[in-house]
T-cell receptor, first 117, second 119 residues
């Protein structure tokens, strides 16, 4: 069974600085998808970034980038130039393609990130 | 694009009554939607997978007769909590999978959630 581990329950960063959130996963699949979702106090889940396992290039979305290490089964999220609005719970998620599963997301327990002014 | 709505956002009901929660994909079609439950300060727990035109698939431990799911169209899934009790009080979130991959294949988008309080 696939598992997702986020080893940092809470983190804090000063505004404008860079922070990295860690995520590791366990799977025997070779093709899969990885995601980072953000859940601010409003509790709306917002997609931050996605990575397809067969792509070696790390995904980037503006200030957000990932370090995807497939062999190590690691998928960390780097947030550059942190902003107060980045304060949220961040969930790492794994998914096997829907052709091989029901396509549901498997979530880590989350990392609570606080950006301090 | 890729917006999912959920209604109502908040509901308070008496014990023993039924509550229906709607989940709609507004600008894309979703043959598959998912229902999650989230307790305070915890991660999302998958309850069931909703498939358009067929029966939902429930996770182990989730009572299918208590949490009725209907996915009647490509843009609408409903979750009905029947005979609600205080222990059903929680935050319920739906998600819809973007089949056409407009936002990237297999990406799921989430509704804003429904806060249910059973008195």
């Amino acid at each position: 069974a696939q598992t997702v581990t986020q080893s940092q329950p809470e983190m804090s960063v000063q505004e404008a600085e860079t922070v990295t959130l860690s995520c590791t996963y366990d799977t025997s699949e070779s093709n899969y998808y990885l995601f980072w979702y953000k859940q601010p106090p409003s509790r709306q889940m917002i997609l931050v970034i996605r990575q397809e396992a067969y792509k070696q290039q790390n995904a980037t979305e503006n200030r957000f980038s990932v370090n995807f290490q497939k062999a190590a089964k690691s998928f960390s999220l780097k947030i550059s130039d942190s902003q107060l609005g980045d304060t949220a719970m961040y969930f790492c998620a794994f998914m096997t393609p829907s052709t091989r599963s029901q396509g549901n997301l498997i979530f880590g327990k989350g990392t609570k990130l606080s950006v301090k002014p | 694009g890729a917006v999912v709505s959920q209604h109502p956002s908040r509901v308070i009901c008496k014990s023993g009554t039924s509550v229906k929660i709607e989940c709609r994909s507004l600008d894309f079609q979703a043959t598959t939607m998912f229902w999650y439950r989230q307790f305070p300060k915890q991660s999302l727990m998958l309850m069931a997978t909703s498939n358009e035109g067929s029966k939902a698939t429930y996770e182990q431990g989730v009572e299918k007769d208590k949490f009725l799911i209907n996915h009647a169209s490509l843009t609408l899934s409903t979750l009905t909590v029947t005979s609600a009790h205080p222990e059903d009080s929680s935050f319920y979130i739906c998600s819809a999978r973007d089949q056409l991959g407009l936002g990237g294949r297999e990406t799921q988008y989430f509704g804003p959630g429904t806060r249910l309080l059973v008195l």
